[in-house]
Protein backbone atom coordinates (compact mmCIF):
# COMPACT_ATOMS: atom_id res chain seq x y z
CA UNK A 1 0.00 0.00 0.00
CA UNK A 2 1.55 3.44 -0.82
CA UNK A 3 1.32 6.49 1.21
CA UNK A 4 -2.76 7.45 0.68
CA UNK A 5 -2.55 11.04 0.23
CA UNK A 6 -5.60 12.57 -1.28
CA UNK A 7 -5.33 16.20 -2.23
CA UNK A 8 -8.66 17.99 -2.67
CA UNK A 9 -8.70 21.02 -4.25
CA UNK A 10 -11.60 23.84 -5.78
CA UNK A 11 -13.06 27.41 -5.16
CA UNK A 12 -15.51 28.55 -2.48
CA UNK A 13 -18.87 25.87 -0.96
CA UNK A 14 -17.89 23.40 -3.87
CA UNK A 15 -18.82 20.58 -1.87
CA UNK A 16 -14.93 19.45 -1.00
CA UNK A 17 -15.07 19.46 2.60
CA UNK A 18 -17.94 17.54 2.85
CA UNK A 19 -16.56 14.91 0.56
CA UNK A 20 -12.87 15.42 2.03
CA UNK A 21 -14.55 14.55 5.49
CA UNK A 22 -16.76 11.69 3.91
CA UNK A 23 -13.50 10.32 2.31
CA UNK A 24 -11.09 10.80 5.41
CA UNK A 25 -13.91 8.54 7.19
CA UNK A 26 -14.06 5.99 3.86
CA UNK A 27 -10.16 5.38 4.34
CA UNK A 28 -10.32 6.09 7.82
CA UNK A 29 -7.69 8.86 7.21
CA UNK A 30 -7.07 11.95 9.29
CA UNK A 31 -8.58 15.34 7.47
CA UNK A 32 -7.09 18.74 7.48
CA UNK A 33 -9.66 21.38 6.12
CA UNK A 34 -6.96 23.91 5.35
CA UNK A 35 -9.10 27.08 4.66
CA UNK A 36 -9.59 27.03 8.69
CA UNK A 37 -5.61 27.48 9.06
CA UNK A 38 -6.29 31.32 6.52
CA UNK A 39 -9.31 31.68 8.56
CA UNK A 40 -7.77 31.10 11.76
CA UNK A 41 -5.10 33.72 11.04
CA UNK A 42 -7.73 36.43 9.60
CA UNK A 43 -9.06 35.47 13.21
CA UNK A 44 -6.36 36.30 14.61
CA UNK A 45 -5.25 39.27 13.37
CA UNK A 46 -9.36 40.68 14.10
CA UNK A 47 -8.90 39.68 17.73
CA UNK A 48 -5.74 41.51 17.99
CA UNK A 49 -7.22 44.76 16.13
CA UNK A 50 -4.72 44.23 13.24
CA UNK A 51 -4.99 45.42 9.73
CA UNK A 52 -5.75 42.27 7.37
CA UNK A 53 -3.37 43.97 4.94
CA UNK A 54 -0.51 43.92 7.83
CA UNK A 55 1.83 41.08 6.27
CA UNK A 56 4.29 41.14 9.28
CA UNK A 57 1.47 40.61 12.13
CA UNK A 58 -0.13 38.13 9.70
CA UNK A 59 3.46 36.25 8.86
CA UNK A 60 3.17 36.20 12.89
CA UNK A 61 -0.13 34.95 13.37
CA UNK A 62 0.60 32.25 10.78
CA UNK A 63 3.66 31.12 12.54
CA UNK A 64 2.53 31.03 16.12
CA UNK A 65 -1.24 29.26 14.82
CA UNK A 66 -1.74 26.49 17.26
CA UNK A 67 -3.82 23.27 16.42
CA UNK A 68 -6.18 24.16 19.12
CA UNK A 69 -7.33 27.84 17.61
CA UNK A 70 -8.96 25.23 14.64
CA UNK A 71 -11.39 24.56 16.66
CA UNK A 72 -13.28 28.35 17.13
CA UNK A 73 -16.90 28.72 15.67
CA UNK A 74 -16.10 31.81 14.73
CA UNK A 75 -13.91 30.83 12.03
CA UNK A 76 -17.15 29.34 9.96
CA UNK A 77 -18.55 33.15 9.69
CA UNK A 78 -19.02 34.37 6.56
CA UNK A 79 -17.21 37.24 7.31
CA UNK A 80 -14.46 34.99 7.85
CA UNK A 81 -14.15 33.59 4.50
CA UNK A 82 -13.34 36.79 3.26
CA UNK A 83 -10.87 37.97 5.70
CA UNK A 84 -9.28 34.32 5.01
CA UNK A 85 -8.78 35.20 0.99
CA UNK A 86 -7.38 38.57 1.97
CA UNK A 87 -4.57 37.18 4.24
CA UNK A 88 -4.20 33.54 2.32
CA UNK A 89 -2.51 36.13 -0.88
CA UNK A 90 0.63 37.21 1.89
CA UNK A 91 3.45 34.98 0.58
CA UNK A 92 5.07 34.75 3.86
CA UNK A 93 1.70 33.72 5.12
CA UNK A 94 1.24 31.20 3.18
CA UNK A 95 5.16 29.77 4.08
CA UNK A 96 4.42 29.92 7.15
CA UNK A 97 1.61 27.72 6.98
CA UNK A 98 3.51 25.49 4.41
CA UNK A 99 5.30 23.25 6.95
CA UNK A 100 2.00 22.94 9.10
CA UNK A 101 0.67 21.08 5.76
CA UNK A 102 2.91 19.25 4.98
CA UNK A 103 3.51 17.68 8.50
CA UNK A 104 -0.05 16.86 8.84
CA UNK A 105 0.22 15.37 5.02
CA UNK A 106 3.07 13.04 6.08
CA UNK A 107 1.16 10.87 8.60
CA UNK A 108 1.91 7.32 8.68
CA UNK A 109 -1.24 5.60 6.21
CA UNK A 110 -1.72 8.90 4.58
CA UNK A 111 -4.23 12.11 4.85
CA UNK A 112 -6.84 13.99 2.90
CA UNK A 113 -6.27 17.50 2.93
CA UNK A 114 -8.71 20.03 1.16
CA UNK A 115 -8.08 23.49 -0.19
CA UNK A 116 -7.05 25.54 -2.90
CA UNK A 117 -3.17 24.72 -3.44
CA UNK A 118 -2.78 21.11 -2.06
CA UNK A 119 -2.09 19.58 -5.49
CA UNK A 120 -0.63 21.90 -7.18
CA UNK A 121 1.94 23.18 -4.08
CA UNK A 122 1.28 21.47 -0.83
CA UNK A 123 1.17 17.77 -2.02
CA UNK A 124 2.45 17.63 -5.56
CA UNK A 125 3.23 14.39 -5.41
CA UNK A 126 -0.25 13.10 -4.28
CA UNK A 127 -1.18 9.96 -5.66
CA UNK A 128 -4.92 11.13 -5.90
CA UNK A 129 -5.74 14.52 -6.63
CA UNK A 130 -9.43 15.64 -7.12
CA UNK A 131 -10.81 19.27 -8.57
CA UNK A 132 -14.11 19.84 -6.98
CA UNK A 133 -16.17 22.52 -9.13
CA UNK A 134 -19.63 23.92 -9.56
CA UNK A 135 -21.31 26.49 -11.21
CA UNK A 136 -21.44 29.79 -9.37
CA UNK A 137 -24.69 29.62 -8.64
CA UNK A 138 -24.98 26.13 -7.79
CA UNK A 139 -22.03 27.01 -4.78
CA UNK A 140 -23.87 30.20 -3.79
CA UNK A 141 -26.91 28.03 -3.50
CA UNK A 142 -25.29 25.60 -0.51
CA UNK A 143 -23.39 28.14 0.81
CA UNK A 144 -26.84 30.44 1.61
CA UNK A 145 -28.60 27.00 2.63
CA UNK A 146 -25.61 26.69 5.22
CA UNK A 147 -25.55 30.29 6.56
CA UNK A 148 -29.66 30.44 6.77
CA UNK A 149 -29.50 26.95 8.60
CA UNK A 150 -26.79 28.44 10.76
CA UNK A 151 -29.11 31.53 11.95
CA UNK A 152 -26.24 34.19 9.84
CA UNK A 153 -28.87 36.77 8.24
CA UNK A 154 -28.12 37.41 4.16
CA UNK A 155 -29.24 37.15 1.31
CA UNK A 156 -29.11 35.09 -2.09
CA UNK A 157 -27.48 37.76 -4.06
CA UNK A 158 -24.97 38.83 -1.27
CA UNK A 159 -23.60 34.94 -1.03
CA UNK A 160 -23.21 34.86 -5.20
CA UNK A 161 -21.35 38.23 -4.93
CA UNK A 162 -19.13 36.97 -2.32
CA UNK A 163 -18.30 33.61 -4.15
CA UNK A 164 -17.34 35.51 -6.96
CA UNK A 165 -15.60 38.10 -5.81
CA UNK A 166 -13.67 35.44 -3.88
CA UNK A 167 -13.16 33.28 -7.00
CA UNK A 168 -11.79 36.00 -8.72
CA UNK A 169 -9.38 36.96 -5.55
CA UNK A 170 -8.11 33.28 -5.18
CA UNK A 171 -7.73 32.43 -9.24
CA UNK A 172 -6.20 35.65 -9.93
CA UNK A 173 -3.14 36.04 -6.76
CA UNK A 174 0.53 35.70 -7.39
CA UNK A 175 1.22 33.25 -4.63
CA UNK A 176 -0.13 30.00 -5.65
CA UNK A 177 -3.58 30.90 -7.43
CA UNK A 178 -6.47 28.70 -7.61
CA UNK A 179 -5.56 26.61 -10.61
CA UNK A 180 -6.22 22.77 -11.63
CA UNK A 181 -3.12 20.57 -11.26
CA UNK A 182 -2.14 19.19 -14.48
CA UNK A 183 -2.89 15.24 -12.80
CA UNK A 184 -6.29 16.22 -11.13
CA UNK A 185 -9.57 14.81 -12.40
CA UNK A 186 -11.82 17.10 -12.10
CA UNK A 187 -15.41 16.32 -10.83
CA UNK A 188 -18.45 18.35 -11.14
CA UNK A 189 -21.12 18.80 -8.82
CA UNK A 190 -23.42 21.10 -10.05
CA UNK A 191 -25.44 18.24 -11.31
CA UNK A 192 -24.61 16.13 -8.56
CA UNK A 193 -25.74 15.48 -4.48
CA UNK A 194 -23.20 14.16 -2.00
CA UNK A 195 -23.43 10.88 -2.81
CA UNK A 196 -22.79 11.14 -5.95
CA UNK A 197 -20.22 13.36 -5.48
CA UNK A 198 -18.61 10.72 -3.31
CA UNK A 199 -18.99 7.64 -5.16
CA UNK A 200 -17.47 9.44 -8.67
CA UNK A 201 -14.77 10.45 -6.00
CA UNK A 202 -14.01 6.87 -4.63
CA UNK A 203 -13.71 5.47 -8.20
CA UNK A 204 -10.84 7.53 -8.74
CA UNK A 205 -9.36 6.62 -5.25
CA UNK A 206 -10.08 2.61 -6.01
CA UNK A 207 -7.90 3.10 -9.18
CA UNK A 208 -4.98 4.93 -8.11
CA UNK A 209 -4.51 2.52 -4.76
O1 LIG B 1 -12.04 26.92 1.89
P1 LIG B 1 -12.34 28.17 2.67
O2 LIG B 1 -13.52 28.94 2.17
O3 LIG B 1 -12.42 27.92 4.13
O4 LIG B 1 -11.04 29.09 2.46
C1 LIG B 1 -11.02 30.44 2.86
C2 LIG B 1 -10.00 31.19 2.02
O5 LIG B 1 -8.69 30.73 2.36
C3 LIG B 1 -10.10 30.94 0.51
O6 LIG B 1 -10.96 31.86 -0.14
C4 LIG B 1 -8.67 31.13 0.03
O7 LIG B 1 -8.38 32.46 -0.24
C5 LIG B 1 -7.84 30.70 1.22
N1 LIG B 1 -7.24 29.38 1.07
C6 LIG B 1 -6.07 29.29 0.35
N2 LIG B 1 -5.42 28.11 0.23
C7 LIG B 1 -5.92 26.99 0.78
C8 LIG B 1 -7.15 27.04 1.49
C9 LIG B 1 -7.79 28.26 1.61
O8 LIG B 1 -5.59 30.30 -0.17
N3 LIG B 1 -5.25 25.83 0.66
Not at 4 to 9: K, Q, S
Not at 29 to 45: E, K, N, Q, S
Not at 99 to 119: E, H, M, N, S, T
Not at 180 to 189: C, L, N
Request: hydrophobic share 45%.
Amino acid sequence: DVEMVIAIDGPAASGKGTLARRLALHYGLPHLDTGLLYRAVALALIDADRDLADAAAAEDAARSLRAESLGDTRLRERAMGEAASVVSAIPAVRAALLDWQRRFAAAPGGAVLDGRDIGTVVCPDAPVKLFITASPEERAQRRYRELGGRGEPVTFEAVLADIVRRDARDADRAAAPLRIADDAVVIDTTDLDADGAFRAATAVVDTRR
